[in-house]
């Protein structure tokens, strides 16, 4: 879910002699190479994998950032704790959350759109990094009902920075309340690394508080 991660783990990760096969599948201009380390792996789940990630990716890349990798590697990886992890154009998965989740396969919609985001070293903020993850699960994900995943709903005690859903559900109320693009605004400022926090303002006319605060009064989507 976190950039660092990756980093930190796929090379702790790839020291260890797993049995792996790699199958590389080609559609358009796009590039899959689909790394299975688990034994256990299920066929079909990778179907499906497969499949989300050739619906979702070529929309991403359209809608926000086209010059984004076209080749890119997912990996089944036995050995890896988290739920997945992406950076450099690779995904690494946790087959057992799959296992325990079989229908959370729109997972691959929020990690493809970290490579669409390759915001490097920006100086932007995580939370508002996972915050438009979310928000594009929410608006092209393949099947979040399957996976019973929404947008948290608006309590009092939230602040934007919690990132992740609630940050999700206060973009998709500026988006539908007078803020229409600003996502995409948003995600090109970081790409290009000339956001500031003052880009709420140039863009909305209010600051990130002012905004929050509006939220608050009318959480309403
Ligand atoms: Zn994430």
């Not at 000339?194 to 006319?205: N, S």
Request: charged letters at 20%.
């Amino acid at each position: 879910m976190r950039f660092i991660w990756l980093i930190l783990s796929f090379f702790a990760l790839s020291s260890l002699a797993v049995a792996q096969k790699t199958q590389t599948i080609k559609r358009g201009n796009l590039t899959l190479n689909f790394t299975v380390r688990d034994t256990a792996f299920n066929p079909a789940l990778q179907e499906r994998l497969i499949e989300t990630f050739f619906k979702v990716y070529p929309q991403l890349r359209k809608d926000f950032n086209p010059l984004a990798d076209s080749t890119v590697n997912f990996v089944i990886d036995s050995a890896y704790t988290g739920v997945a992890a992406t950076g450099g154009g690779r995904v690494v998965y946790n087959p057992d959350w799959f296992r325990k989740h079989p229908g959370d396969i729109d997972v691959v919609t929020h990690e493809v759109m970290h490579i669409v985001q390759n915001y490097g070293r920006s100086g932007g903020p995580g939370w508002l990094t996972e915050g438009i993850a979310d928000y594009v699960r929410f608006k092209y994900g393949v099947d979040n009902p399957g996976a019973n995943w929404s947008l948290t709903p608006f309590k009092e005690t939230q602040s934007y920075t919690n990132s992740y859903r609630i940050t999700a559900r206060f973009l998709e109320w500026l988006e539908t309340h007078g803020n229409k693009g600003l996502v995409r605004k948003l995600d090109a400022s970081l790409r290009s690394h000339t956001f500031t926090p003052e880009i709420w303002k140039t863009e909305t006319g209010k600051t990130l508080d002012e905004l929050w605060s509006g939220y608050s009064a009318n959480p309403a989507l």
